[in-house]
């Protein structure tokens, strides 16, 4: 077994998208794609004021890739240009395959304290299956196995497997496990990790402590100190670790233990083409995505 060398730490970037929400990119450059292939970005919708996210994911197309969704408080409201509508909520999953094209809305809502906290991650199409059908699996909290280990470690299984139970989430492209994990304090736990895959983890509540091959890293949330606090070898909060290749990540949790998303996906290893919503493999099929939306001809599929 070797533990998977930590190649860097990032602090999510505060961003504004949509009609005004403010939240958190983790990752997601249309510049920069292969350290996480087959994922595109990943965004952390979280705070406790209704002027943060209200105004929400208005009326928008994507092409060419697959978003996932996953609420922790509050909901989220989507509808679709193919009549398809719902609630998301807390502890609930979305996984959109956009393939050829679809034009959909999202619009967060706080639960009886005013609390919002979400997820939304992008997963690249190979070309194979850019234009393929739109289609949606949707999976309630109570759908999502959860793994408790005798250590006291939590982990909700959203896409894979893990511990002998596989998430709901089925036939996805990438091929991805996507584990929402929770680490007692104090408490050292080693995760397996398949080699030939890309993997990161983003932690949200508590601090810990991630191991690479040659000497601990330090990872902290806003829990650790108050905001705008730097204290030597902070890492900051809402931070993301990219990590080598190696077959188990291994993590000490803090005093108030840690919790955090580990992703690993297989990687598609193609040219992307990127901008806004709709990701290709060329700059033509990008020219083609924008012309069909300016002429009413981008849905494919009804």
Known sequence: MSIRPIRRVAQAVPTIEGAGVRLRRAFGN????SD?????LLDDFRSDNPDDYLAGFPWHPHRGIETITYVLAG??????????????????????????GILHQEMPRGDGQGRMHGFQLWANLPSSLKMTHPRYQNASARDIPEVIEDDGTRVRVVCGTFGGKTG????????????????????RK????????????????????????????????????????A???????????????GDEVTVQAGDEGIRFLLVSGKPIEEP???????????????????????RGTFIKHR
């Open 272 to 294: 992307v083409a990127w901008y806004g919503p709709v990701v290709m493999n060329t700059e033509s099929e990008l020219r083609q995505a924008f012309t069909e939306l300016q």
């Open 75 to 100: 909901a989220v409201t989507h509808g679709d240009s193919l009549g398809n509508v719902g609630t998301l909520g807390a502890g609930d999953i979305q996984w959109m395959t956009a393939g050829s």
């Open 168 to 187: 709901p989430v089925e036939g996805v492209a990438a091929d991805p496990r996507y584990l929402d994990v929770s680490v007692l304090p104090g408490r």
């Open 36 to 40: 996480f292939d087959p994922f595109l």
């Open 231 to 245: 204290l030597p070898g902070e890492i900051g909060n809402r931070s993301l670790v990219i990590f080598d290749r």
């Open 190 to 229: 080693t995760l397996a990790v398949e080699t030939s895959r890309h993997a990161f983890a983003y932690v949200f509540a508590g601090s810990g402590t991630f191991r690479d091959a040659s000497q601990p890293r330090p990872v902290f949330t806003d829990t650790v100190a108050p905001a705008g606090t």
């Open 30 to 33: 249309s510049g920069a794609t």
